[in-house]
């Protein structure tokens, strides 16, 4: 009885501290909200727009069979008429709310938490050379509709650059070290595709421990 009684509490345990993996034919339906732009971001970048990051994550998220992605445009239009990315409303305590209103058993929620540039040099006699690179920084969580529970969490971080040489004095220049918002796309966008990355990695490891 004692030894029922023990491995009954373990599953109990397990079922409430780990994501329900889906079985073959069962996917889980995955709302993927649009990346939040709550940032701290360098005086010479803008964050107006984090499309290109969202599509990453929509990319990279397609590829897991564990989850059956929900319409963009649907959660875009709910998203919209609720203005909620605007106003920052969607968290774990909120988000159980939006997910029944969505259909989603889990909601992807992502943040950018960061958005900075900074400027190396180096200098040999009659040469030099001067990189401007930009970081960008997101977190990102799956919480379960049902309970409002983080059953996946991951952070991550990327850098996009560019460079320019001088020669003979400063004479020649090739390349260029200014800042443009080509580079802050460029480091959000891997920084979603790491993301992405880390979650599943994270969500395998989770799987491989329940075996």
């Given amino acids: 009885m004692k030894k029922f009684l023990s491995a009954t ?11 329900c993996f ?7 339906r995955l709302g993927i909200l649009p990346v939040f732009k709550a940032a701290t971001v360098s005086a010479d ?7 290109i990051a969202t599509g990453a994550i929509y990319a990279g998220m397609t590829n ?42 889990y909601l992807l929620i992502t943040n950018v938490t960061g958005l900075s540039s900074r400027k190396k040099t180096a200098s ?17 969580r799956i919480v379960e509709v049902e309970s409002g529970r983080v059953v996946l969490a991951a952070t991550s971080s990327a850098t996009s650059g560019n460079k320019m040489f ?6 020649i220049k090739i390349g260029t070290d200014e800042v443009d918002q080509g580079l802050a796309d460029e480091a959000l966008e891997k920084a979603a ?19």
């Fill in 45 to 51: 970048l803008t964050l107006d727009d984090t499309e």
């Fill in 166 to 171: 001088k020669v003979t004095g400063g004479l």
């Fill in 124 to 140: 040999v006699v009659g040469t030099g050379s001067k990189n401007y690179i930009v970081t960008a920084r997101m977190a990102g």
């Fill in 64 to 105: 897991c069979a564990d989850f059956e992605i929900l319409s963009r445009t649907d959660v875009d239009k709910l998203v919209q008429e609720h203005e909620l990315t605007a106003t920052g409303l969607i968290d774990t305590s909120t988000a159980p709310v939006f997910g029944k209103m969505l259909g989603a058993e």
């Fill in 9 to 19: 509490i373990f599953l109990l345990i397990c079922a409430a501290t780990t994501i």
């Fill in 193 to 211: 595709e790491n993301l992405v990355d880390k979650l599943l990695e994270n969500l395998e490891n989770k799987k491989r421990a329940r075996q």
């Fill in 22 to 28: 889906a079985e073959p034919g069962g996917a889980m």
